[in-house]
């Protein structure tokens, strides 16, 4: 018997696809973040949306099925299991996702279940079906249907794991499309499995309360609905994102608070001392001069050390309200690092250490206090994180850029941290026991972007680090 489909639902059914795994990629997103009892209703939550989205999907797709003058009965209850199955498939799904790294045999065993129970869905959805007609399968179509749910479970599942922390925009278009794709391989497997159906005319079956009549109405109220959970779930998901974003930036602001008034106690202090003992000193009959100038020079370093301090923060407030102007000429970048290099010298020296610097002629035009800074930084890292083993500073020069590259051999940073530690109050690894506000590096990246080159680091745990940073020469 010849069989139809209504075009405007299948088309539907395929968009309430997408919408709902691309409301599955952004839960699991939200999901990913959140800890206990958040965590748990998310779960919940997400589950039930997502496996009422593809419930609906394949719902609306069973409404856009006809056959001539024969009126499609649902049953019920076989209907609300079939949901029960595919939230149970989604609850699977978001909790594979949002774990731990997931391993290959936990991709395989969720894809597998996940694709059994999809498919599971779908079949109990066609059982549930009440008309005068008898149902005849074509096995091959059934198991390739069956193959496609498992597959395409197993892209989702990668899909959603790989993008569930990426919140740039590029992170939201790769979601939209992983959302297309999830999309339509949900739609494929529905299909396919349609098309695995032929029927016969029979004498017809007894009508039970049970069973309410495929109707467009029905297929109306189920489409809303759905858009409705989605949509919910999806502005919570968002709402979620926003306050924990919040919370994050108030604990980092916290966590800076308690760093920088220790930073700055701690040689204030010391400037305190020193000057108790030069007044203890003054009163004895015979000042002794070299320690009395020792502790003012002890007392200058403190000082200098608060002044870079209070100017690193300056500078933030300067970066982040986009007053940061650079004051560019002409200058000669070999001589700028060289006489940063010939500052730190007397402290590498003093603990019988090295720097040695490999120039080459760098001219350009360049905001050169800005240079100094990014160098003074970079080696002043190096200094503290090179655990007193020699450092490298060099200088590449081309046609077009100039490559400054410092090298230690100290503590190293670990491969998660290394594009972390570029960002205001990131301190990470061994290196947050030494002290420091977090903001050198972040200020250098934003004084390298200004004079539009760029920075990065290469860099093993135990083996040392190199800073690169590639200035354009005009
Ligand atoms: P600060 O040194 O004040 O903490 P930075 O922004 O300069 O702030 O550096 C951020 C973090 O990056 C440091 O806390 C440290 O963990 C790490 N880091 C920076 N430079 C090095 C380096 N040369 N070797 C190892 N770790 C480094």
Same mark, same amino acid.
């Given at each position: 018997?010849?069989?139809?489909?209504?075009?405007? $639902?299948?088309? &539907? =059914?395929? @968009?309430? %696809? !997408?919408? #709902? *795994?691309?409301?599955? +990629?952004?839960?699991?997103?939200?999901?990913?973040?959140?800890?206990?009892?958040?965590?748990?209703?998310?779960?919940?939550?997400?589950?039930?949306?997502?496996?009422?989205?593809?419930?609906?999907?394949?719902?609306?797709?069973?409404?856009?099925?006809?056959?001539?003058?024969?009126?499609?009965?649902?049953?019920?209850? $076989?209907?609300? &299991? =079939?949901? @029960?199955? %595919? !939230?149970? #498939? *989604?609850?699977?799904? +978001?909790?594979?996702?949002?774990?731990?790294?997931?391993?290959?045999?936990?991709?395989?065993?969720?894809?597998?279940?996940?694709?059994?129970?999809?498919?599971?869905?779908?079949?109990?959805?066609?059982?549930?079906?009440?008309?005068?007609?008898?149902?005849?399968?074509?096995?091959?179509?059934?198991?390739?249907?069956?193959?496609?749910?498992?597959?395409?479970?197993? %892209?989702?599942?990668?899909?959603?794991?790989? +993008?569930?922390?990426?919140?740039?925009?590029?992170?939201?278009?790769?979601?939209?499309?992983?959302?297309?794709?999830?999309?339509?391989?949900?739609?494929?497997?529905?299909?396919?499995?349609?098309?695995?159906?032929?029927?016969?005319?029979?004498?017809?079956?007894?009508?039970?309360?049970?069973?309410?009549?495929?109707?467009?109405?029905?297929?109306?109220?189920?489409?809303?609905?759905?858009?409705?959970?989605?949509?919910?779930?999806?502005?919570?998901?968002?709402?979620?994102?926003?306050?924990?974003?919040?919370?994050?930036?108030?604990?980092?602001?916290?966590?800076?608070?308690?760093?920088?008034?220790?930073?700055?106690?701690?040689?204030?202090?010391?400037?305190?001392?020193?000057?108790?003992?030069?007044?203890?000193?003054?009163?004895?009959?015979?000042?002794?001069?070299?320690?009395?100038?020792?502790?003012?020079?002890?007392?200058?370093?403190?000082?200098?050390?608060?002044?870079?301090?209070?100017?690193?923060?300056?500078?933030?407030?300067?970066?982040?309200?986009?007053?940061?102007?650079?004051?560019?000429?002409?200058?000669?970048?070999?001589?700028?690092?060289?006489?940063?290099?010939?500052?730190?010298?007397?402290?590498?020296?003093?603990?019988?250490?090295?720097?040695?610097?490999?120039?080459?002629?760098?001219?350009?035009?360049?905001?050169?206090?800005?240079?100094?800074?990014?160098?003074?930084?970079?080696?002043?890292?190096?200094?503290?994180?090179?655990?007193?083993?020699?450092?490298?500073?060099k200088l590449k020069c081309d046609e077009n850029f100039i490559t400054l590259i410092v090298t230690d051999q100290g503590m190293g940073i670990p491969k998660q941290f290394q594009n972390k530690i570029f960002e205001r109050f990131e301190r990470v690894g061994e290196g947050k026991e030494i002290s420091g506000l977090g903001l050198g590096l972040f200020?250098?990246?934003?004084?390298?972007?200004?004079?539009?080159?760029?920075?990065?680091?290469?860099?093993?745990?135990?083996?040392?680090?190199?800073?690169?940073?590639?200035?354009?020469?005009?």
């Amino acid at each position: 018997m010849h069989h139809d489909h209504n075009p405007l $639902l299948v088309i &539907l =059914s395929v @968009l309430i %696809a !997408i919408f #709902a *795994s691309y409301t599955s +990629l952004d839960l699991a997103n939200s999901l990913s973040v959140s800890k206990g009892r958040a965590r748990a209703i998310w779960l919940i939550g997400g589950s039930m949306a997502m496996g009422v989205g593809i419930w609906s999907m394949h719902f609306i797709a069973m409404l856009a099925f006809s056959l001539p003058g024969i009126d499609i009965y649902y049953d019920v209850p $076989l209907l609300f &299991l =079939s949901i @029960l199955v %595919a !939230i149970i #498939a *989604s609850a699977l799904a +978001l909790q594979i996702v949002s774990g731990k790294v997931p391993t290959t045999k936990a991709y395989v065993a969720g894809s597998l279940t996940m694709g059994a129970a999809i498919a599971g869905m779908h079949y109990i959805g066609i059982w549930s079906m009440r008309m005068a007609a008898n149902i005849h399968w074509n096995m091959t179509l059934v198991f390739a249907s069956i193959t496609i749910a498992i597959v395409a479970s197993f %892209a989702a599942l990668m899909i959603a794991f790989k +993008l569930r922390n990426d919140l740039t925009v590029k992170g939201f278009l790769f979601r939209g499309a992983g959302g297309i794709v999830m999309g339509f391989a949900i739609a494929g497997m529905h299909y396919t499995a349609m098309a695995a159906m032929h029927f016969t005319r029979n004498k017809g079956f007894i009508l039970s309360s049970q069973d309410v009549l495929a109707t467009d109405g029905l297929a109306a109220a189920v489409i809303i609905g759905t858009i409705l959970i989605l949509g919910i779930a999806l502005t919570g998901s968002n709402v979620e994102r926003t306050l924990t974003k919040k919370n994050e930036g108030i604990r980092l602001r916290d966590e800076f608070l308690s760093i920088a008034s220790h930073e700055l106690k701690t040689p204030l202090t010391s400037v305190k001392l020193q000057t108790e003992l030069l007044i203890r000193q003054f009163k004895k009959e015979n000042v002794d001069k070299e320690k009395a100038e020792g502790m003012l020079k002890n007392s200058l370093s403190s000082l200098n050390r608060m002044i870079h301090l209070i100017d690193e923060m300056l500078d933030i407030s300067r970066i982040t309200s986009g007053r940061l102007v650079l004051d560019k000429s002409n200058s000669d970048m070999g001589e700028l690092i060289h006489n940063v290099v010939e500052t730190y010298r007397p402290h590498f020296e003093e603990k019988k250490n090295i720097i040695t610097f490999e120039r080459c002629k760098a001219m350009g035009i360049f905001d050169p206090h800005r240079v100094e800074q990014i160098v003074t930084n970079l080696i002043s890292n190096a200094f503290k994180y090179g655990n007193d083993k020699p450092v490298v500073v060099k200088l590449k020069c081309d046609e077009n850029f100039i490559t400054l590259i410092v090298t230690d051999q100290g503590m190293g940073i670990p491969k998660q941290f290394q594009n972390k530690i570029f960002e205001r109050f990131e301190r990470v690894g061994e290196g947050k026991e030494i002290s420091g506000l977090g903001l050198g590096l972040f200020i250098v990246k934003q004084l390298v972007d200004a004079h539009r080159g760029k920075i990065w680091v290469e860099s093993e745990p135990g083996k040392g680090s190199s800073f690169f940073v590639k200035l354009p020469v005009s």
